[in-house]
Each structure stands twice: as C-alpha cells, then as structure tokens.
C-alpha cells in the first residue's frame, strides 16, 4: 500500500495568460501539512500478489463479486476448453485469497463438467441457496446449486439457451428477471423463481452497436441502473455504458445516460474495459464497479479491475478508473462478525459498545424468525425497533417506555428463517429506510432518530456492521480524481470542513435536464466544498457545468486553506438551459485537497465541476507534412507519404498531434482528394482520444469532434462510439472538388468551432456540452486524401 501525503509549501500566486483568453492561471500551493488525513491506495493491477492462482494465460475475465454475510466472492471465465470455477474471497475487496470447500480443488467452487469453458458465471443468493448462472461456451445457460458462496455447486437444470452473460436482477417487490447479451440490445425475461424463465423482451437504449453484453442492473433509490459493455472483447475500445430508469415497464423503460460511456481507455496497457458488475462497498453506503481490461486478444487474457462509483441525481460516474494509486475502499466505523465481539449483552439485547452518528447504515445477517434490530439506542426505554412478523417487516419506536407501531413493509415470499437473511436499515437523522435481504421494504418513512447505539436479539447472529453514511452521503465526501477526459460529478455541498464561512447552502434540486443535481450556494460567503485526488503535481483546469443566467458573476476558489482566488464566470449561450465550460485554471500539488467555491455578491448555481489536467504551453506546430515527423506527433495508423501526408482510400487512418491537453487552438492545412468521395469523408479531429480500430468498430469509434469534407458538403459531428452526435453542423454549399487543393481552417474557442474553407467561413457549432481536452488530428474515412502546410497555433 501507498500513502497519499500533502507537503508543506509557501504560498505563492501568480497570474499567467493561459491557452483559453477567457480565464486567467493561479498558482496556488498547500500550506498546511497533512491538511487532508492520508488514505490508503491500491494499484488496480492486480496480479498474482493480490489474486493467486489466475487462469494462465487467460487471468481474471468477466469479473462478477457477490456480497454476502459481510465478505466479497469474485467470480470469473473458465479458461477454454478447462473444466471448473475458480473463485476468490476478501473482506475490502483489494486483498484476495482463494476459495476451499473442501470438496473441490483450493480455489474451486465447481468442478461439475458442465462447467468446461464456463462463460460469466454469477451467484445470487435467495433464501438459503446459492445459485450460478453460466453458459459454457456460450452455449445457452445452466443453473448450479449450492448452500455455500464457495461451492461445491452442482447443475441443476437443462439447458436453458438464453444466449450468454447471464445476471440475475430481484427487484423490491421480489419480481426476478434474468437479463443477458443479444445482438440489438439486453434481453429482460422474467423469472417465475430462480430457476424458472418466462417470457422476455429486447429493453430499449441498451444498445452497443452490433453486440451487447455482460449486464448488471440496481436499484439505487429508486433509479435502476443498468449497465452493459460491447461490442467484442478483444477491442481496445470495448467498453462499458449505462442506462437509466424510473419503473421497470418493459420494453421502453430504460433511457441511455448523458455521461457515456461510462469506462472507456484505449491507452496501451489500460484497455478493452468491460464486462462489469456492480457491488455494495464495506461501507454500506457507497457502490464500486468490478471489470476486467485486456492484455492481450490471445485466450484473451485479461485483468481484474475496480473502481469507485459517484452517483450526482441520477447521473452515475466511475471516479476516474486507472491503473495507479486508487484508494482503498472504506470499511466500516463498527462491525462484529459473530454479534458477540464489539457488543455487550444487557438484558434480551445485544448492544454495540459504540454509537452510530444521526446519518448511519447499519447491517445485522441473522437466522430465526425471533430477530429483533435496534437502532437510535438511548436507553432501554427510547429507541427503534425492526422486527418480524409473519409476511412483514415492522418497524416500531420505544419513546418513555411506550412501543408504539410506525409502519410495516411487505415481504411476498414465504422466507425460510432456518436461513440466513438480511436486515439494513438506513437513517438519516429524519427519514428511515428498511431493506430485507438487500430489497427495499420501507422507504424513507419520516422519523427523527438520534444518535445511539445498534443492538439486537436474535437465536443466532452472524454479521453485523455500521457506518456513519446513509443515502449516499459518502458520495459527497469521496476525493474526486483529475483525469484527462473524466466526468467528476460532485453531489450535494458538504460542510464537513468550515473555514470561516457561513450557510453552506440554501437551496439544492434534481429536477434538471441530464439528471444531475442543481446547487445554489447563498450569496455573502455562503460555499460548497469537495474533495480531490490529484494524481500529479500540476496546472489544472477547473470545468463547471452552468446555467445561463451564470454569466459574469465573480465567486472565489480556494484550495486547502490558501488564499482564495477570485475567478469571473465566462458569458454564457443564453439559448441553452446549461453548459459545461471552463472558468479558471489552478496549479494544484500532487494529493488529497478541499477545493471549496464560495458565492461572493450574489448567489451561485452550478450541476458539477470537472477537474482536468492542463498545460502551461501554449498550441504551436508547423510542418509541411513532406516527410514523416519525428516530433510533435503520435502516428495511430499507417501513414504515406505523397507531396504529404497521403491516406490510402477505404482505410480509417489518424495521426496526432500535441498532447492531450490541448483546448483553445486554430489549426489550417491544406487537404486534396484524389478520386471520388461520396460516403467516404476525410478531416480534422478536435479533442480526440480513445481512437480503436479493431474491425468490430465504426468510424465513430473514437471520441472527440469531427470537421469532415467529402465532394458533396462539410459537416461537423460529435464522436462518442454509438453515443455519437451526427450533423451538428452542415454545409452543402462547400464542395471540395477532387484534385485541387483547398485550405481548411478551424478555430476552437470556448464553446464555439468555427470553419473556414479558403478563407471563407463555412459553418460553426457551439457545444453546451463541452468535450474538455483532447488531441488535433487528421482522421480520414476511407477517402483518399492528402494533408500538407500543416500550422497549428493558439
């Protein structure tokens, strides 16, 4: 493990003129040591140091863990044509060891031959069984059984077909549904129980492109998210997108998400993320996403991967996945595993030797249908009860000695309690939420709860556990990560540090276009503060996503407890709800920070703020693309060389330039066509990255915008894989004739491209929602053109 630590530093500001007009450069330096306390890190490499015994040559693919009872299960392939599932336990999910039943092989859950090339296997539990979900081969799936997450698991039905990537969903109401790949989007079937399938529809807005895969759906507060990963695994632009939904009605319920894709890197050696499923963290509040990135497309070899989820509204972001210093995940404040350890028995109870804070989540796995769950304990006569009875769940409150009934929450099963099950319940000083067997079962009932100690009574406790978080309070606290074309959504202001200011905020909504939360910090020092992880000492541009009615007001940013900094918001496009732009840039050392925005003379809206790495250079580049360039440029495919740089017709071909910092810039080359374009196109690329060739891609198999020429129009889009953005800009009128040479120019500034042909502008588009930084390049569909007199400056 590793150990972020902030140095101390003189203070020191200094104004730059930065490669954005619009905004100004602050230097600004820690100035008090450990300001932020360290936290532990992991490297998300995890070789056979962290989990022994991978299959050779293949490692940990399609990852899927399973919480249970307090402890992780992680899941994965079967090498081909080898027999067995190989499993992997832990208590914090960075440190594994391997399974042993006793029955099957060390690191065994099942070697039953049905298992031979086992594709995805996942576990749920239900009511005392443990049942896996596989297709070996991918020959339609198989059920296995246990009573055990380690096995042994034997087959205990037919082939049922139903494709691959098998993943069970159990909603609140305790309706199953089985989800799975096909070609035009996930397949929903309902389920009768867990080993029975019904009838099954292709969900809308799940869709990949020419194949979707490995599926994981969760209600969190009422969203379902669904997640899903294409098109084929040995691309390095395999990558994972999500979905959103209010009720699950079929066919149409789910809408694709504003943020995709959710994991995407073709950076060599951190590339083709996907197959990802979704887990509960130790602290019983936040959620992490496990998933695999390629090594090699031989076997295909692949690694384990992990990563902290940030929920803003009901936008959902991975809190910047990478290879290096990740941290670790948070257990939780309290936790007994055999309800004996950590509490003292007073009378019936059990109660825990330390008390929850007002917000809490707090966990009790218990067998007997006699279980009682307190929490708010004052004293013997003031505090919460959850208990059973019958088909309910009832929650209750003890005030002077008198128990009275709140409410009652359904449980439509008939549970076996010679079973282990679940109870957890959720407060946050005013409301109070119930979940059987991780199934939500009452929601948010109004209660004022005070701090106090857990306790139960039951014939047999397993697990238990609490920490100081609810609803997903953690969330607001979790140090945000810069990285280069990240979404760092923040949540709701905390105001866990106060450094002499006042309200933190006054008003806080999610009713907003992309389903992120709006918030309003009070004019006269009101503030909201976060914080980072910056991986690297460094310039960084601070992004916020903005209304209009924004524009021009001057709030103050402070890192730590340095001077604050005076930044004036950029003019806004009146005719767009909200915009994503950048306001400032800030030198901020490498570490844990508290970067805190403050309202000055009037109050200040903002959705997010992003955190990205910048440059302090500023764009400048000649060449007359003659000869191949050893500097300044990165080639991504073959290139030729004729009177310049010559792509060859029918390929996709794209070349670099600078680094990926790069905003505000004007590029001007010269382009000639040789031969006919009609659906072929050749052009500029703003902002790239992400760029995959493998033959399962399109031409927008990149990210970044697109300023395209072809003999018939010039157009701009916007690229992001099936998430693209077509047609932003058109014109008809500019038809490059092949064989003569024409003169490109475009301006990017701000918000705005503007295109030029000969000196004549052509078209413009201005983007509310702004791709950060990226790469120029040159980008050719399939037309054969030639690129010459290259200049690129501010």
């Known amino acids: 493990m590793k150990k972020f630590m902030i140095i101390a530093l003189m203070s020191l500001t200094v104004f730059l003129v930065s490669c954005d007009s619009t905004v100004t450069t602050e230097f600004v330096t820690a100035v008090e040591e450990d300001f932020i306390e360290s936290r532990d890190t992991y490297d998300n490499v995890f070789d056979e140091t962290q989990i022994p015994e991978q299959w050779e040559g293949y490692g940990v693919g399609d990852p899927y863990v399973l919480r249970?009872?307090?402890?992780?299960?992680?899941?994965?392939?079967?090498?081909?044509s080898q027999i067995g599932v190989r499993a992997w336990k832990s208590s914090d999910l960075v440190n594994w060891v391997q399974v042993n039943n006793g029955t099957n092989q060390l690191g065994y859950v099942s070697e039953d031959p049905i298992t031979e090339t086992a594709y995805a296997p996942e576990v749920i539990y239900w009511d005392g069984v443990f049942y896996m979900y596989t297709s070996p081969a991918g020959h339609g799936h198989y059920i296995l059984t246990s009573d055990s997450p380690i096995g042994p698991f034997e087959v205990v039905s037919d082939n049922l077909g139903e494709s691959i990537d098998g993943s069970v969903f159990i909603d609140n109401d305790e309706s199953m549904y089985f989800l799975r790949a096909f070609n035009t989007g996930i397949r929903m079937v309902s389920m009768a129980d867990p080993l029975t399938f019904e009838s099954g529809t292709t969900l809308d807005n799940t869709l990949m492109g020419s194949w979707t895969e490995g599926p994981t759906l969760i209600n969190r507060f009422g969203t379902y998210y669904l997640t899903y990963t294409g098109t084929n695994v040995t691309s390095s632009g395999y990558r994972v997108n999500y979905s959103t939904a209010s009720v699950l009605d079929g066919r149409s319920s789910f809408e694709y998400a504003d943020n995709n894709s959710l994991l995407l890197s073709t950076v060599?050696?951190?590339?083709?993320?996907?197959?990802?499923?979704?887990?509960?963290?130790?602290?019983?509040?936040?959620?992490?996403?496990?998933?695999?990135?390629?090594?090699?497309?031989?076997?295909?070899?692949?690694?384990?991967?992990?990563?902290?989820?940030?929920?803003?509204?009901?936008?959902m972001n991975v809190n910047g996945a990478g290879l290096t210093e990740n941290l670790v995940p948070e257990l939780p404040d309290f936790q007994s595993v055999d309800g004996v350890v950590n509490y003292t028995q007073s009378g019936d109870y059990y109660l825990s030797n330390t008390s929850t804070e007002s917000s809490f989540s707090a966990e009790f796995n218990f067998i007997g249908s006699d279980f009682e769950a307190l929490f708010g304990y004052v004293d013997e006569n003031n505090y919460f009860k959850v208990s059973l009875d019958t088909n309910e769940v009832v929650l209750s409150q003890m005030v002077d000695g008198t128990l009275e009934e709140l409410t009652t929450g359904t449980l439509n099963s008939d549970f076996d309690f010679t079973k282990l099950h679940t109870l957890r319940v959720l407060s946050d000083g005013e409301k109070v939420s119930v979940l059987f067997d991780n199934l939500t079962k009452i929601d948010e009932y109004t209660a004022e709860v005070a701090v106090g100690k857990i306790a139960y009574k039951s014939s047999e406790m397993m697990y238990s556990s609490f920490s100081n978080y609810s609803y997903g309070s953690s969330d607001k606290i979790e140090a945000k990560k810069d990285m280069v074309g990240s979404n760092q959504f923040v949540d709701e202001a905390s105001s866990d540090v106060t450094l002499n200011v006042i309200e933190p905020l006054t008003n806080y909504s999610t009713n907003n276009p992309d389903g992120s939360n709006e918030i309003t910090i009070a004019k006269e020092l009101g503030y909201a503060s976060y914080y980072i992880d910056i991986e690297e000492s460094g310039l960084k541009a601070i992004f916020m996503n903005l209304k209009a009615d924004q524009s021009d007001k001057t709030i103050a940013i402070q890192i730590d407890n340095a001077e604050p900094i005076l930044v004036t918001i950029p003019s806004l496009d009146s005719s767009y709800d909200y915009t994503n732009t950048l306001i400032t840039e800030i030198y901020i050392p490498k570490g844990l920070h508290q970067i805190k925005f403050i309202a000055l003379e009037d109050d200040f809206t903002f959705n997010y703020f992003n955190v990205e790495k910048s440059s302090y250079s500023t764009p400048s580049y000649e060449a007359s693309l003659t000869e191949y360039l050893a500097t300044g440029a990165e080639y991504q495919t073959l290139w030729k060389l004729n009177d310049g740089h010559y792509a060859i017709a029918g390929n996709r071909q794209i070349i670099y330039f600078g680094d990926d910092t790069i905003r505000d810039c004007t590029i001007e080359v010269t382009m000639k066509f040789i031969g006919e374009t009609a659906s072929a196109s050749a052009g500029i690329i703003l902002k790239g990255s992400n760029f995959s060739e493998h033959s399962s891609e399109n031409n927008d198999s990149i990210v970044g915008y697109y300023i395209g020429f072809n003999n018939y129009r010039a157009f701009i889009d916007k690229y992001n894989y099936n998430v693209s953005d077509y047609g932003l800009a058109v014109s008809t009128d500019t038809r490059p004739v092949s064989g003569e040479e024409f003169t490109v120019k475009v301006v990017c500034e701000g918000n705005m491209i503007t295109v030029f042909v000969d000196d004549v502008e052509i078209m413009e588009y201005y983007d509310n929602d702004l791709i950060m930084t990226g790469r120029i390049g040159f980008y050719s569909e399939g037309a054969e053109v030639v690129y010459s007199d290259l200049t690129i400056s501010e």
Do not use: Q, W
């Open 68 to 80: 249970h009872n307090g402890e992780y299960y992680l899941y994965c392939s079967t090498k081909n």
């Open 268 to 315: 060599d050696g951190f590339e083709g993320l996907g197959h990802s499923s979704t887990v509960l963290g130790p602290n019983l509040d936040s959620y992490y996403i496990v998933y695999h990135n390629l090594n090699s497309a031989a076997g295909p070899n692949r690694s384990f991967n992990i990563n902290r989820l940030l929920f803003n509204g009901t936008m």
